[in-house]
């Protein structure tokens, strides 16, 4: 029930089309409206791992078939020519329109960003990193099956496993490897891991570097977690270890800039047509 309820958020993003192309075969179709399967596929990447992927696709097709019977009855009832409902089409129209400005400012300020200004910025403010907390570097698999990761963890136990034979693992016991991929190639901020699982962030806390692999329940699910090193205390991390949180700072910083300068050159130009007026 929990997942059927989600389903309405999932398909705001589906919007069907009106002319499918030949070499893309649809799954639905609601009068000259059509449900693609390239729609279907992509949005169903998002659904949990626990849930039944036949299921939830017939929930979708389903949902989509509802949702556009209604839209199409709107149509044929006029709805649109009702003066609230055209102020609201309007409403919704500008709101789309500003954010999508907005968002067109957003991507050529991000587009500025280079790896200079990364290094640069690292450099100057290094000193004041030491001051966001430990990092550790870990080896985490999860899996709904218990016995699954028994097996890694045996296989952890007997070998030495290095990093390139550790990522064939994750391949092949994680059932969420391209998530748990960003968890195993570097070393992480240890108070933003597991904020969701408080039983593996305590587990984490508690664990010492170079323990054994441990298997914890979880969220109904199985989570193998292996802590391999932690830096010392007030240590300075290094430029690998933060730069998605640097570039992420910059691009704040970026966009900030760009919003900024570009409402400022609208304003000057509407002033100079004399299209603002403030009474």
Known sequence: MAWKLGIGTLLLSIIGCHSPEPSNEFVARVGDSYLLQSDLDSNLEIVPNHVDSIQARDDVIDQWISRELLYQEALRQDLGDQQDIQRRLLENSRTILIDAMISEY????EN???QDAIAQYYESYKVHFRFLGP???????RHSIQDTLLTALEMLRQSSVND???MVMLERFSSSPADDLQMNQN????NNLFLHLPELSSTLRSTAPGSLPQILLADSVYHLLHVIDRSPPDSIPELSWIEGFIREQLEIRLRTQHYNRNIQRLRVEAEFRDEIEIR
């Open 106 to 109: 957003n991507r050529h300020a």
């Open 112 to 114: 500025e960003l280079t």
């Open 135 to 141: 990092f550790v570097r870990i080896r985490y698999l």
């Open 164 to 166: 390139s034979t550790f």
């Open 187 to 190: 070393y992480l901020l240890e």
